[in-house]
């Protein structure tokens, strides 16, 4: 799928014992947010499965080898917090168990600063040299990545190896390249030779030297990493210490982007062609000028914050929560539902 960013950072993060109360309000949050969702018997997972919504709720879902669930961009434009309910996970494949993540399009690399900075000054008087070109801008720093949402797992049984779960912060983009340095100003051509009727009163001057090109501007700064979301998984308090080691969880935060490449160097100046002799007294023309020196590349920009990494969290469910998430049955609200549309529109 070319709108999934490649996973490259892996962080172990231990995972955290949440309190009774703590998976209460976390019990209540699933019901205000997902209401009572339809329970699906049997949700087989094989290939990549792209989620619209912000839960799923399943008696029983089943990942074939290398198989997928991410969470839609379109999803996360109006939730951050998504939801796994299933009395069963099971991954067919311990070596190719499958993955939960969410979905999140590249990040746009930073665009050159444009233009070209001021150039030198060219030769004023005869003779004069050019002058050195100004140094470039700084790059446009680079885009962040976005912050990982958070996904809570209500689970009650896992009897193999558990999905990875991927919810790593977006790594940030490159750093824009820096401005093109100034070109340096060309030399102003030599003095002419001058002469009286009996002697050379003044012989032919040289041209004057180019300027030196400016030095590029630094390469923008990379873009900052995106925060590492929250996983919190909830299950029967036996069954906690093996999900520590079935489930694989990522939340690290995303590395911050490169820095962008420096400026390219102004052009040298060129050097002012000699002074003409004035025969047949002054004999010569001058000299030629010498062209300046091409600027140097600007240095590279520094490489963007990597983003915070998030948390794991770990709670145990009572039986009675247990019926609150497992057991609810959707068909007496929806009557109600149904009853009280048709009371308010009774011409129906």
Request: hydrophobic residues 30%; negative net charge; proline residues 5%.
């Amino acid at each position: 799928m070319d709108s999934i960013i490649s996973i490259k950072k892996r962080v172990i993060i231990l995972a955290k014992q949440l309190s009774e109360l703590d998976v209460s309000l976390k019990i209540n949050e699933y019901l205000n947010d997902a209401g009572t969702p339809f329970k699906i018997k049997e949700l087989i997972v094989d290939g990549e499965q792209v989620i619209n919504g912000w839960y799923i709720r399943a008696e029983k879902i089943i990942f074939k080898p290398g198989s997928s669930i991410w969470f839609s961009e379109a999803a996360q434009q109006n939730r951050t917090n998504f939801y796994i309910v299933a009395n069963e996970i099971i991954c067919e494949d311990d070596n190719s168990p499958g993955l939960i993540s969410w979905q999140h399009t590249g990040v746009v690399n930073q665009e050159p600063t444009s233009g070209q900075a001021a150039s030198g000054h060219h030769g004023g008087s005869d003779g004069e040299s050019g002058g050195v070109g100004q140094e470039g801008s700084k790059g446009n720093k680079g885009y962040n990545g976005k912050n990982a949402p958070n996904l809570t797992i209500f689970v009650l049984n896992m009897p193999s190896s558990g999905p990875e779960v991927n919810f790593k912060g977006q790594d940030g983009g490159n750093g824009g390249k820096g401005q093109k340095g100034g070109d340096g100003g060309n030399g102003r051509k030599g003095r002419p030779a001058s002469q009286s009727a009996v002697t050379c009163l003044r012989g032919a001057g040289n041209g004057g030297n180019g300027g030196n090109g400016g030095t590029g501007g630094p390469g923008g700064d990379g873009g900052d990493g995106g925060n590492g979301g929250i996983v919190t998984v909830i299950s029967k308090g036996d069954l906690l210490p093996s999900l520590e080691q079935k489930l694989r969880v990522i939340v690290s935060g995303g590395l911050g982007g490169p820095g962008g490449d420096g400026g390219d160097g102004g052009n040298p100046g060129l050097g002012g062609p000699g002074g003409e002799a004035a025969l047949p007294l002054c004999a010569g023309n001058g000299s030629s000028g010498s062209s300046g020196i091409g600027g140097e590349s600007g240095p590279a920009g520094e490489t963007g914050r990597a983003g915070v990494d998030g948390d794991v969290f770990h709670g145990p469910i009572t039986e009675e929560n247990i019926i609150n998430i497992f057991n609810i049955d959707p068909i007496p609200l929806i009557r109600n539902l149904v009853r009280s549309i048709r009371n308010n529109n009774p011409e129906q």
